[in-house]
Structure formats: C-alpha cells, structure tokens
C-alpha cells in the first residue's frame, strides 16, 4: 500500500527547494543566518528516497534497479537536455543573424567534445543559465542503483552497526582533501540508509538521544572548535561533519513533528509530487524567465522581502503552469520509445 505521507513530504520538499531554497541562492535573495539555517533539503529528499523503498512492496535486483532508474531518471534528464539544446539552438541562430544576444548570449557552436560528454553524463549543459540543481542527478543515481545491494548488507549486519559503519565511513573521507564526489556519495548515503532503516521505526525517545546528540556536535563545533556555522554552502560542497551533523539534527525535529501529525494532501500538492522530478530538472527554465521578468519589472524595490516573495510566487506558479508542457511531453516521448 502507498504511503500517503511520503507522497506529501516529496511534493513539500519539491515545493521548498526552487521557491525557498533557489530564491535565496540562486536570485540572491537571502542573507545570512537564515540561508544557512534553511539549507536542509537534500538530506531530506534522501530519507524520503530511503523511506520510500523501505515501504516499497517491489524488490528488484540489482539490474533491475539500473534499469529502472535510468528510465525514471536518466531519459527524462535527456529529453530535458534535449529541449533546452533546442532553446540553445533558437537562441544561436538569432545570435548569429542579429549580432545581438538572446537568452544569456547562448553560442552552442562554441561546443566541444567536453561539452557534450557534461551532458551525456548528466553532468551539466554548457552555457544555460541556472543549471546548478544538475549535481543531484549523479549522486542520486548512484546511490539508488547500488541500494539493493546496500539491502543485502544490512539484512546481513544489522541496522544499528550498518548506519553507524556509513557514518565513520564519510568521517574517514574528510582525512582527504580531494573526493568531493566520493564524499557527497557517503554523506547522502548516510541520510538515505536512515530513510530505508528508521522512517515509521524510530521511538520518539531514540530520535531525540539522535538529535541532541548532533546538537552537541554542532554546539562544539561552533563554539569551542571556533568551526564558523555561516555559510553553511562552504560546509556543502564538499559536505563535512558539521554539515551532516546539523542536518541530522534538522532531520531528528522534522521526524519528532511529524510523529504527531498528519498531514493531509490536495490535488496541488499531487502535482508536485507526481512531477517533482519534472518540474526539478525544468526550474532552470523557470528561473531564467523569472529573472529577465524582474529585470524589467521589480528588480529595484528597496524591500527585499517583497522581491523573494514576489519572487518566490512566480517560481511557485510558473513551475506548475511549465510542468502542464513539459510533463505530458515527457510522457508522449517516452511512450514513443516504449519505456513508459
């Protein structure tokens, strides 16, 4: 049976990260604390990813798995690329025939064998604008095509000893400097495996000995490490201690709230969640119309605040709206290569 709640959490998580998150960081809507205080989502999506395979009914293998997900994940980051390679190439040919730019002055004929091999591992598309969302896909991929063999681990050792062996193995990768992809790998491992073993399963009491143990480690870190909280992105990328103690942290007192109710879905929400990744891989699109719509209409309203929600509306809105294109034309494609 579906879990309700974890549909709800997606499309809440969905909602958050281009309307709350995106404004501050990317339209340079947010200050500090509270852009770092608020940096929490891809943690969270990764419990839930967790938690949604803990609740799954279907096993697959390991290459079943592989399949699967390069279907749900990989082809529509393709058809997505596609459709913005097909803006690049509008925008280069108006480039070329004006002399004038369009659209962030895309020039697709400067591309390179570099530049397609970003593209074809999910990696970026050179030249777009607000593509930064892109890093997630790889981490995501490789974490949920090697989960069933995670699975089989924990079956074998034990859910205490397998989350505690995932954490000292992300503690042993700060000893180096480089590995910033092995690094986010191990730390969203971390969130993900927590998802899979604890979502419905964790006392109350157990979940707040969690969380106040990681307030501590933050507490020391901050205060008699002298470890500077803000900004919290420094501590992102690459993800370190502090980063995934504070978030585990977040994530302890979202699970203790959320033990005591219950929340209830609509037909918007339903959009989020059904096409949150949809609507994730197009925000790009979104936010490039946001930004030149600012530019030449309230981009110089001495209120900050009125700017990120004006901003923060249009994203919420426009993300939806696109989403009524992009999902069916997603849907269409797929059914035309028999994946769907």
């Known amino acids: 049976m579906r879990d309700g709640q974890l549909d709800i959490y997606r499309a809440l998580l969905m909602l958050y990260i281009p309307c709350v998150i995106h404004v501050m960081y990317w339209l340079g809507d947010g200050s500090e604390p509270f852009m ?174 969690t969380g106040a143990i990681a307030l501590a480690v933050v507490l020391m870190g901050v205060f008699i490490a002298g470890v500077p909280f803000c900004p919290m992105q420094g501590h992102k990328f690459p993800p370190d201690w502090l980063f995934v103690a504070y978030n585990v942290l977040v994530l302890c007192l979202v699970a203790l709230a959320l033990n005591r109710i219950t929340l209830r879905g609509n037909r918007f929400l339903s959009i989020w969640s059904e096409r949150g990744y949809n609507i994730y891989l197009y925000q790009s699109v979104v936010f490039a119309i946001v930004h030149l719509v600012r530019q030449k209409t309230y981009a110089d309203i001495p209120a900050p605040l009125v700017r990120a929600a004006l901003d923060a509306c249009l994203i919420l809105v426009l993300s939806a709206g696109l989403s009524y294109v992009t999902y069916p034309l997603e849907r269409i494609v797929m059914k035309k290569m028999r994946l769907k």
């Open 36 to 209: 770092s205080l608020l940096l929490v989502e891809m943690p969270l999506i990764f419990f839930v990813a967790g938690a949604s395979l803990s609740v799954s009914r279907s096993r697959r293998g390991l290459w079943e798995t592989v399949i699967n997900r390069f279907k749900r994940v990989v082809v529509p980051y393709y058809i997505y690329a596609a459709v913005l390679l097909c803006l690049g190439i509008i925008a280069t040919t108006a480039f070329k025939a004006t002399g004038q730019s369009h659209l962030f002055a895309l020039d697709l004929s400067q591309y390179g064998i570099k530049d397609v091999a970003s593209i074809l591992l999910c990696h970026d598309i050179p030249q777009f604008p607000f593509i930064w969302h892109l890093w997630f896909i790889p981490i995501y991929l490789i974490l949920s095509c090697t989960f069933p063999l995670q699975v089989q681990l924990m079956e074998k050792t034990g859910k205490w000893i397998y989350i505690t062996a995932c954490a000292l193995l992300f503690c042993a990768t700060l000893f180096f400097k480089d590995f910033a992809l092995v690094k986010q790998v191990l730390c969203y491992n971390i969130f993900m495996v927590a998802g899979y073993l604890f979502y419905k399963k964790a006392k109350p009491a157990t979940t707040a000995l």
